[in-house]
């Protein structure tokens, strides 16, 4: 495997010194490193296109080459900035992406991973984005030597294709598993499940959200086909239960994540707009992306209370602890909404957590 450590300090020999992105779980030692070497010249962007954006700006400000991090899913987003701005026809901006490559050829993976895995090179070739793939097999970095030379000569955006179990663990660099008070996201679900009428449609975001609300369904035997998991789309669940709750008298409840409501932010605006009634919104907020590796979401300095009421939701409170969720939990559901509830919530999932599976049954039992 590739040292995190050493890979890193050869991007740096590179005068690569200004780095952002959206964290990836094929990449949580890489970052890892990075946020103990060069942790100030690190920014985890909300949407990977506003980290493109970022890293052109840097670079008309610097004249030097930027580092833009992502999940290969992430590309969806990037493309924007990318073709209309950083390609060589338009501005010609050179820049480094490290793009993780899930869905790749060489090991299982999930559905909605396996689909963007197969278009990933497609992409990049379309874009005329040059490309190297990085994997535990390299011996030495020549070759990404010489793609970051091209990149600086054309000024031209090129990528590193970082396939699974590519980077090793630097054992020694301590991540932050620090017990607060607040509550487990699970609680919440429970008590959510306990509570909600049959007819009351659930949406909920990427990364654990959906892995333990199925897992909680399951275990529990409980009602199903209320459930709507978003396994892909990172910042889309806002919109999807608007569609939902645009078009049907029940109640519909977004399972959202911190990380994930900042990534398409523009969406509660539209909720707000519509101000539908039935529409229920639930923020976990651990100030992490916890699924891909637990690195930092920048909502510290989030007033979400104003910025919530102000786009049009007509109800918001604040909730620390399964004592507090208890006792707003019915008020909350029988609102006239849009309402939301920002859950204080520590890191810390259920064990041996299973995905959803067979996706088309999931979408027949909601539509029916």
């Known amino acids: 495997m590739i040292s995190s450590k050493y890979f890193l300090k050869f991007l740096l020999k590179k005068k690569i010194n200004f780095f952002t992105g959206v964290p990836d779980s094929l990449l949580k030692f890489f970052l890892n490193e990075l946020n103990l070497i060069s942790k100030n010249n690190n920014i985890t962007a909300v949407n990977e296109g ?4 970022m890293a052109i700006g840097y670079y008309l400000a610097t004249k030097k080459i930027p580092c833009v991090y992502m999940q290969n899913s992430g590309l969806g987003n990037a493309i924007n900035p990318l073709a209309s701005l950083a390609h060589k026809k338009v501005y010609s901006v050179p820049m480094v992406l490290i793009v993780g490559w899930r869905g790749g050829p060489s090991y299982h993976d999930e559905p ?18 040059k490309y190297e793939i990085l994997n535990n097999k390299v011996k030495n970095f020549n070759k990404f030597s010489k793609l970051i030379r091209y990149s600086e000569k054309n000024s031209t ?4 294709i970082v396939e699974k179990n590519t980077f090793e663990q630097n054992k020694k660099i301590r991540i932050d598993k620090t017990k607060n008070k607040s509550v487990y996201r699970r609680e919440i679900i429970e008590i959510l499940l306990k509570k909600i009428k049959k007819k009351t449609k659930l949406i909920s975001t990427t990364g654990y959200t959906s892995r333990e609300l199925n897992q909680l369904r399951s275990q529990r035997k409980l009602y199903n086909g209320q ?11 806002t919109s999807v239960a608007l ?9 519909v409840v977004c399972l959202d994540g911190d990380g994930s409501l900042l990534m398409h932010m523009g969406s509660l605006s539209t909720v707000g707009y519509f101000k539908n009634k039935n529409f229920l919104h639930i923020m976990f907020n651990n100030k992490s992306h916890e699924s891909v590796g637990g690195q930092k979401v920048l909502s510290d300095q989030v007033d979400f209370k104003n910025m919530i009421l102000s786009l049009g939701y007509k109800n918001y409170s604040l909730v620390s602890n399964k004592k507090e969720f208890n006792k707003r939990i019915d008020a909350f559901l029988n609102s006239k909404g849009p309402s939301f509830i920002n859950i204080l919530t520590r890191k810390g999932t259920l064990k041996d957590l299973k995905r959803p599976s067979n996706l088309k049954k999931i979408k027949r039992f909601f539509i029916s």
Request: glycine share 10%.
């Open 50 to 53: 506003s980290a493109v954006s």
């Open 227 to 237: 459930d709507f998991y978003l396994v892909g789309g990172m910042g889309h669940a």
């Open 112 to 129: 909605q991973h396996k689909v963007k895995g197969k278009i990933t090179l497609k992409l990049l070739k379309l874009l005329k984005v």
């Open 243 to 251: 569609g939902v709750a645009l078009k049907t008298k029940n109640k």
């Open 157 to 160: 955006p090129v990528a590193i």
